[in-house]
């Protein structure tokens, strides 16, 4: 095994099929998934809106750099679906994109003081 590298990743999808009772339980949860609960977790932090139309979960998965970040993306998509199947009945959902960024390998651009540029 090589080295382990951490990686953020979205995972975006679409709800589809939702019964009444999984609609009234999101929409009354809406405050607690909105902007403001966005943050990348080992188990996901599922954030939509009001619209009930898109929903995104957030990951940290650390994964082997030699399998890349489609490793990663795989990983976070099973751990999306889980956890969307977890809701209950009623909760569908479409198909599901993924994006990860390797935390590892990311490079941060510090601002420099105005006196140093």
Request: net charge negative.
């Amino acid at each position: 095994m090589g080295t382990e590298h951490t990686y953020r990743v979205i995972v975006r999808g679409t709800w589809d099929g939702l019964t009444d009772g999984a609609r009234e339980r999101l929409l009354a949860e809406a405050d607690d998934h909105g902007l403001t609960s966005m943050r990348f977790t080992p188990e996901g932090s599922l954030t939509y809106d009001r619209a009930l139309k898109h929903f995104s979960l957030r990951f940290v998965v650390e994964s082997d750099a030699e399998d890349g970040a489609e490793m990663a993306e795989a990983l976070a998509e099973e751990r999306a679906e889980a956890s969307l199947r977890a809701l209950g009945e009623g909760y569908g959902f479409g198909a599901l994109k993924s994006s990860a960024t390797d935390m590892d390998t990311m490079k941060i651009n510090r601002k420099r003081p105005a006196s140093r540029r």
